[in-house]
């Protein structure tokens, strides 16, 4: 049975490792404190690829807090600590110089080199080991860097705002704004996460979007920007050529065979996560072709009607019902007067 203590403290270590969400690409985010007879004694976090991870972090500033006692102390860790040597020499070696008695973990390394050998080590340095301590919320918040280290191309959220009855926009193509500005700030976030942004060619003509992090300002991770189109450029007035920015890369993926490779491609490249913004026929073809991992729609309490209003997945006519994508784990939480419905595929 889970000690409650247990759960207590990798809640804080999961709050620790959010510190670093969308700054440390490839690499996962995570968390770790340090405890000693029920009192933190340290904390830290993953702050970008390159630099001392959070086991490190958390180790330093327990030293600085309380250096007499981090012997003998547990140190709490979302993800497997590292095994191996790279930019950063290996978690493992820096915990057992330190002389920690037990480590918990919530979640273990998804890559089957390094799954369990950082268990290992340790109980083989006579260090107690507990592992999949709130697993599953471990395993949710690095589910893109999991997805790209086992499948080697990154993690696909689709993103769509529509109205009540399914549409994205008018027929003429207006759709600024379907949601309120408590969804627009959840798609901010959703930005922060992506590596790489796509939109269809029609969406940059009706909407002229930036596909950039603004909230924060002068967030320092901007994602790379996609457009799905067969055409050879875009409106040179357009915000994607003119914000300073680098220039989006035009590409046109349709079959399934078309999306696996631009998808691998993208993985040789260290994007872990690409984030679908639509429009409708690009949300269709990517759902056709197999590529989508998770759909987020915002649905706003509004009525738009009209025969040749836009639906918020365009494409072919199904010809039956069988024909329906289903969804797994849905979910619904409502963001300001919008609701958000999530789910994987």
């Not at 009607?305 to 409502?334: H, K, T």
């Amino acid at each position: 049975m889970t000690d409650k203590n247990d759960i207590l403290w990798m809640q804080r270590a999961i709050e620790q490792a959010k510190l670093g969400f969308g700054l440390t690409s490839p690499n996962p985010i995570v968390g770790a404190v340090v405890v000693k007879d029920g009192q933190l004694i340290g904390q830290g976090y993953h702050h970008k690829a390159g630099t001392p991870h959070a086991e490190p972090n958390a180790l330093d500033d327990a030293l600085r807090n309380a250096p007499s006692a981090v012997k003998g102390a547990t140190l709490y860790v979302t993800l497997e600590p590292c095994s191996t040597y790279g930019r950063t020499p290996p978690c493992t070696k820096r915990i057992i110089e330190e002389g920690i008695a037990r480590v918990v973990i919530g979640a273990l390394d998804k890559n089957p080199l390094y799954c369990g050998v950082a268990v290992k080590i340790l109980q083989d340095a006579g260090i107690e080991v507990d592992t999949g301590i709130l697993k599953d919320e471990c395993e949710r918040m690095n589910e893109s860097f999991f997805w790209w280290i086992t499948q080697k191309k990154p993690f696909v959220l689709l993103k769509m705002a529509m109205t009540l009855d399914g549409r994205i926009a008018t027929a003429n193509g207006s759709s600024q704004w379907i949601t309120g500005s408590a969804a627009r700030e959840k798609v901010q976030e959703m930005r922060r996460w992506a590596d790489a942004i796509m939109v269809g060619g029609a969406t940059v003509l009706a909407d002229n979007p930036s596909l950039t992090v603004r909230s924060p300002a002068n967030w320092p991770c901007q994602p790379r920007r996609f457009v799905w189109t067969s055409q050879k450029q875009l409106p040179p007035d357009c915000k994607l050529l003119t914000d300073g920015n680098p220039p989006p890369e035009l590409v046109k993926p349709v079959s399934p065979e078309e999306w696996s490779l631009f998808l691998q491609e993208l993985g040789k490249q260290n994007i872990t996560a690409l984030l679908l913004e639509g429009g409708g026929e690009l949300a269709a073809a990517a759902l056709h072709a197999g590529a989508v991992n998770k759909v987020a729609f915002f649905v706003a309490p509004k009525i738009l009607g009209g025969r040749n209003a836009r639906p918020v997945v365009g494409g072919l006519d199904a010809l039956s019902l069988d024909d329906a994508l289903s969804l797994n784990d849905f979910q619904a939480q409502p963001i300001g007067n919008d609701i958000l419905l999530t789910g994987y595929l």
